[in-house]
């Protein structure tokens, strides 16, 4: 199979949303008028991020699964993607299920392949993804998109779905922990899986003051809200641990709260809002059927404080996942 | 050096025409009402198209250099791009130079970084470019870019530039052709820093036809052309030699052919206009500073035909560069 057979075979598709779409040198979009794209561009290395091994209909998921999830953290609805896919060969056996697993996340969300890139190398999969979002009647220099920069102290923290299942199950498929059926199927899903959170992305346009998805970990990810917002934080330990269905199971609490912590692949969101905006929250995560908790405040004391029940400060380890950190100091949850 | 030290000492800077740059989840960019979002990817991977030793400063270049191509192809304006950057090491004595040749050319087009991805991995660089196009009068599933699609019978088939410069640059350095040290160094700088053609691309808006820039081969590229308007083309062997400037130095004329025809890596443009345009494709060349050559015709028939000063058919080989087709069949330009 050709290059160019491959492109036809797999990865071509009407797109009646695109001006141009596959094919030419560019892919062409118009937006609305008012309206902004919002872009974003992630790219999964073999054996950095995935195993040489995955189920690849899992991993055409994943690929674009954790580019729809920048989306949903900036508010913005998926419009189109790019994919560049270097590979080994053009195996069939691979490609099949690798494009099935993409088409359906993609027809899920509505967002269309317009372009993209193929060659031979080291398998590497970047995924470009377009959305939009309404511009702001302020100005064209202002946006309506949720930004990390909004956080104000008083606000409240919250993050949604579930936390520190996906390092969990990467520990499971290492042979570093031991999960019972339930709990090894359910935290794999999650890693293999993730849920991108573009409905209650959407459904907290004009209500969270800052949002980013949480990729690298939830001290990392929440840290970068905190350093654009020019403040600081206070979790409750008690909520951080419930953000894991797994804590009351007997497992260790620390390890589960290092989990919840440093994870990282959750692909949740963590976002602020002003405590006047608690019943809006709740309404916005009951709209988009996604379960949302309240963790922690803002304050204007710089830095990451974790307390316990009794109010006193716990140690909060390390500060999310950094590619090109030593490998002792900061192990990759996704590394094989 | 951390990932997000390296994204700032290298990869930040001001980005004045994005509501959103680098930083957030995703970048934010607003066109003019009316225009269209043209949008393109490109990978490129260590040992298949670029040497393990090439100079950074040079790849930094040649990176964003073939993606400005397909946006000339398209007559799209530049405005941002977005990096992907899989490295083994975060290395300063690499990153430097490396950045400091992609910030030079992205500059010299008003070209802004808006955001990207790094990660540890085999060495990869995947950007994808944002340019605009007007859309058209006609309808928001019309444009005005300049698209593969609209080449007919009895247009003129012209390209820019030189072709198989590039070619003889590669065979050079893998010592499998000797150059003089005058063709060595113009080739070499060909291959090594090709020049994105977008001054004419944009000149050409309402004049040409049918455009494609040329990195896989002109018999490859042109046959995109010919597929997507449904027609074939005839091409004169004697303008064909006379696109590359060393074939009258005594190299063999079978070679220098073969270098035009399916030399790759070229990024001149190859396009199409009807005679009744011919001298506004004239003065679209005067007023970009770019040299354009008439290779040859449109026609009905299908297939695309060389002949010789006598009108007498010759054989057109090989038909572009296809990464995935067996190696024997068609040797890569420029895989080492």
């Known amino acids: 199979m050709g290059e160019f057979d491959l492109i036809r075979r797999y990865f071509t598709r009407p797109s009646p949303g695109a001006v141009v779409g596959v094919g030419d040198d560019c892919a062409i979009l118009q937006t609305a008028p008012g309206m902004q794209l919002a872009i974003s561009t992630d790219m999964l290395v073999e054996g950095r991020h995935f195993f040489s091994d995955v189920d690849p209909h899992a991993l055409g998921h994943k690929a674009l699964a954790v580019n729809l999830s920048d989306l949903a953290a900036c508010g ?40 993209g890139d193929t060659t031979r190398g080291p398998l590497n999969l970047c995924i470009t993804v377009f959305g939009e979002v309404p511009g702001d009647a302020a100005g064209p220099a202002r946006t309506q998109a949720l930004l990390r920069s909004g956080a104000q102290a008083g606000d409240d923290v919250y993050v949604s779905g579930t936390l520190g299942e996906a390092a969990l199950g990467l520990q499971h498929l290492q042979g570093r922990l031991q999960l019972d059926a339930l709990a090894a199927a359910a935290c794999r899903a999650r890693l293999e899986r993730p849920t991108p959170r573009v409905a209650l992305g959407l459904a ?13 970990g939830l001290l990392g990810d929440l ?38 912590l440093n994870g990282g692949d959750d692909y949740e969101l963590v976002f602020t809002a002003a405590p006047e905006y608690a019943a ?6 009951h709209a988009s059927g996604t379960p949302v908790r309240r963790i922690g405040r803002i304050d204007a004391l710089p830095g990451l404080r974790v307390v316990d029940s ?25 590394a094989p």
């Open 76 to 115: 913005a609805r998926p419009l189109a993607f790019t994919l560049a896919l270097a590979l080994p060969s053009a195996d069939g056996a691979w490609l099949r299920p690798f494009s099935a697993g993409l088409w359906e996340l993609a027809d899920a969300h509505g967002c269309e392949l317009i372009g």
């Open 204 to 216: 907290l346009r004009g209500i969270a003051s800052a949002c980013a998805d949480v990729s690298d």
């Open 223 to 260: 840290g970068h809200i905190l350093e654009r917002s020019a403040v600081g934080a206070q979790l409750d330990d008690a909520a951080l641990l419930a953000c894991c269905p797994w804590a009351s199971s007997g497992m260790d609490a620390q390890h589960v709260r290092d989990c919840v």
């Open 280 to 285: 809006a929250v709740t309404a916005a995560a």
């Open 310 to 334: 009794a109010g006193q400060a716990m140690a909060a380890s390390r500060q999310g996942f950094d590619h090109f950190a030593p490998a002792d100091a900061r192990p990759r949850s996704t």
